[in-house]
């Protein structure tokens, strides 16, 4: 799978058999290609790509990372709705309709027209258990924990990594290259300087000041 990218003359290969690394030290090029690679994982039509539709999501801010976005929850959820058609949904309908009737009994006590929804749903289960994902501690491994999501879920094709190197340390790369390779989990990293260390597993397009271009 190739994103192929107007302005750079080698193709960006995506593949999940190794961690394809984009190093641009021209600054406006820098800038250029996340903004367009942003706008594209938003769904944005985009000139300067051209191949079929990739389904891309770009990782700027390590910070405030969101393992809760609305697709994400709905994917779990979607599974979780399979899950519990197949198995259980006799006990937990048995389960929320005593849970309910305790409720009734408790609200009995103020005098206010109050009525609650008794119909036993999905809906109702989200609800009440308010699912989420929790961040860990250490970057590494809330990295890990995105890969885990994109193991489980499936919902891009390739995860995108902006400035990612000035963050970790060459063994955590290491052992994020790995990860992402044993889980079959697609990555680029686009970086804003050049690294003259060539990581295991690593292919890297590197465009200098000058935009002269080297395949590394």
Partial sequence: MNLNVSFIDSNIILSNDFVMCVEIENKNYFYRLVDILN????????????????????????????FNEKKVINEINS?????????????????????????????????????????FSFNNLI?????????????LDNLMSLIDIQRELNIYDVIVFVNLKQYLSIEELKEFYKYAIY????????????????????????IDENLDEFVI
Avoid: C
């Avoid at 000139?47 to 990782?59: A, L």
């Avoid at 058609?85 to 009737?101: E, S």
């Avoid at 258990?129 to 970057?139: D, S, T, V």
């Avoid at 970086?191 to 597993?201: A, C, G, P, V």
């Fill in 79 to 119: 599974i979780i709705q399979d899950n519990w058609n197949k198995n259980g949904k006799d006990n937990l309908v048995k389960y929320y309709n005593k849970l309910a009737n305790l409720y009734k009994d408790i609200i009995k006590e103020i005098d206010l027209p109050l009525k609650i929804d008794e119909e």
């Fill in 127 to 139: 609800k009440l258990f308010n699912l989420r994902i929790h961040m860990k501690n250490g970057l």
């Fill in 183 to 206: 889980n079959s989990v697609t990555v680029l990293l686009i970086d804003s300087q050049h690294y003259n260390n060539n990581l295991k597993f690593e292919r890297k397009i590197f």
């Fill in 39 to 66: 706008k594209y994982s938003l769904n944005e039509i985009m000139e300067d790509i051209f191949e079929n539709k990739v389904k891309t999501k770009v990782f700027i801010d390590f910070f405030n990372i969101d």
